[in-house]
């Protein structure tokens, strides 16, 4: 396993969120992006995790309302990559990832993202 703080993984997944591609990165409206260090243990493998409201169920209601919210989990992804290099484009597909979860309806919610290597 990778081992290194939460200071830099923090640091890792700004460097990856400055990699998404302008077409992707424009689309993000009202979205934070956190890092917790593990997802539910029902779940320890998860990646990332989009929660809030698509793009497509916003309507008039849609002001003064907190940002929806993609979670990068820094366990699962230490665990599964072995360099920084690693870690930074595994975060960047993650966040891409959701982002279509962000733009797009679903009826199960929050999307949960779980990519394998």
Known sequence: MLEMTR???EELVAEALDLIPLEPARLMDNVAVFVEDEPDPSDPELLGLYEGT???ERGEWYAGVLPDRITIYRGPTLRMRESREDV???TEITVVHDIPSYTSSS???PV??????
């Open 7 to 9: 200071e830099e993984f």
């Open 54 to 56: 698509p793009l497509t």
């Open 112 to 117: 949960q993202v779980s990519l394998a290597a």
């Open 88 to 90: 930074v484009a595994e």
């Open 107 to 109: 009826e199960e919610s």
